[in-house]
């Protein structure tokens, strides 16, 4: 009778555990995302003359023209092309 009962809460706990490490890991890819962005993030806010509000609207514009990639390929793709003047 003990064996049956311990079982599905272990199972509970190594779900919950998947799921603890899951986010864990989601948050250090964010993290690692943020630290890789954030140079570029500002040149293309210099680029932009301190208007966030451009750059967000140009990256969006490229997140439609080229959708399931990353925030670092667009930000580079956006500096690309204003350093290109279109």
Do not use: F, H
Not at 62 to 81: A, F, G, H, S, T
């Amino acid at each position: 009778m003990l064996l049956t009962l311990s079982r599905p809460r272990q199972l509970r706990w190594g779900k919950k555990l998947g799921l603890w490490l899951s986010n864990l890991r989601k948050w250090w890819q964010d993290l690692q995302e943020g630290i890789e962005c954030a140079p570029l993030e500002q040149r293309l806010n210099e680029l932009v003359k301190r208007r966030w509000d451009v750059a967000e609207r140009l990256l969006k514009a490229q997140k439609l023209r080229n959708p399931n990639q990353k925030r670092k390929w667009y930000l580079e793709k956006v500096i690309y092309d204003l350093k290109r003047g279109r």
